[in-house]
């Protein structure tokens, strides 16, 4: 729904899972520029191979590395440039973490300065923003914040309060905030 409103023609997804299959797919179909970020070995082996198996182009994922709490700067700044995107237009944030957040071994709060300054390098061309595990208290200020300070409109996936994992941000006023009229479904709500 999301990509179908926005139409990016760059998307990058730090922290590869299901949504990997829908942007390969629809990056390949749309000729959009698409990478995915994971830095766990076993998950990047995994969706590789689920992209194989489901005819999609693996070659959108990258391994890369976390150093300090973040994605190593370098390294996915070369795998932006490496797939000519230079701004990006659709943001997933579901990474770095995964299984060591649920058994607290490390990353229990994302790193948000380095987040941050990342959205802050490509906000003029985000069309839209997702933030994936808003329970967690730094990831939900974040949101928040950046929802002010880039002028964004704020949706929630699912009931709002300390259970909500998933929300997303549109730029107030724009093409895509206005054609995204909720309620499409009673588990998006737009927070006012």
Same mark, same amino acid.
């Given at each position: 729904?999301?990509?179908? #409103?926005?139409?990016?023609?760059?998307? $990058?997804?730090?922290?590869?899972?299901?949504?990997?299959? !829908?942007? =390969?797919? !629809?990056?390949?179909?749309?000729?959009?520029? #698409?990478?995915s970020v994971e830095q766990k070995k076993s998950f990047?082996?995994? &969706?590789?191979?689920?992209?194989?198996?489901? #005819?999609?182009?693996?070659?959108?994922?990258?391994?890369?590395? $976390? $150093?300090?709490?973040?994605?190593?700067?370098?390294?996915?700044?070369?795998?932006?440039?490496?797939?000519?995107?230079?701004?990006?237009? #659709? @943001?997933?944030?579901?990474?770095? *973490?995964?299984?060591? &957040?649920?058994?607290?071994?490390? !990353?229990?709060?994302?790193?948000?300065?380095?987040?941050?300054?990342?959205?802050?390098?490509? =906000?003029?061309?985000?069309?839209?923003?997702?933030?994936?595990?808003?329970?967690?208290?730094?990831?939900?200020?974040?949101?928040?914040?950046? =929802?002010?300070? !880039? &002028?964004?409109?704020?949706?929630?996936? *699912?009931?709002?309060?300390?259970?909500?994992?998933? *929300?997303?941000?549109?730029?107030?006023?724009?093409?895509?905030?206005?054609q995204f009229q909720p309620p499409f479904s009673s @588990?998006?709500?737009?927070?006012?």
């Amino acid at each position: 729904m999301l990509l179908y #409103f926005s139409q990016p023609r760059t998307i $990058v997804e730090l922290g590869s899972g299901r949504s990997t299959h !829908y942007f =390969a797919e !629809y990056a390949l179909k749309k000729r959009a520029k #698409f990478l995915s970020v994971e830095q766990k070995k076993s998950f990047f082996l995994r &969706n590789r191979i689920g992209l194989k198996l489901a #005819f999609l182009p693996d070659n959108v994922m990258s391994r890369v590395p $976390v $150093v300090g709490g973040w994605y190593s700067e370098k390294k996915l700044q070369k795998e932006m440039d490496n797939r000519g995107i230079d701004a990006v237009e #659709f @943001l997933l944030i579901d990474g770095p *973490g995964g299984v060591a &957040n649920l058994l607290k071994l490390g !990353y229990h709060e994302r790193n948000v300065p380095q987040c941050e300054q990342f959205i802050q390098r490509h =906000a003029p061309s985000l069309r839209c923003i997702v933030f994936d595990d808003l329970n967690r208290a730094s990831y939900r200020r974040l949101y928040d914040t950046t =929802a002010a300070a !880039y &002028n964004m409109e704020r949706y929630m996936i *699912g009931p709002e309060g300390p259970r909500s994992i998933i *929300g997303f941000l549109l730029p107030r006023g724009s093409l895509v905030a206005t054609q995204f009229q909720p309620p499409f479904s009673s @588990l998006v709500t737009r927070l006012e």
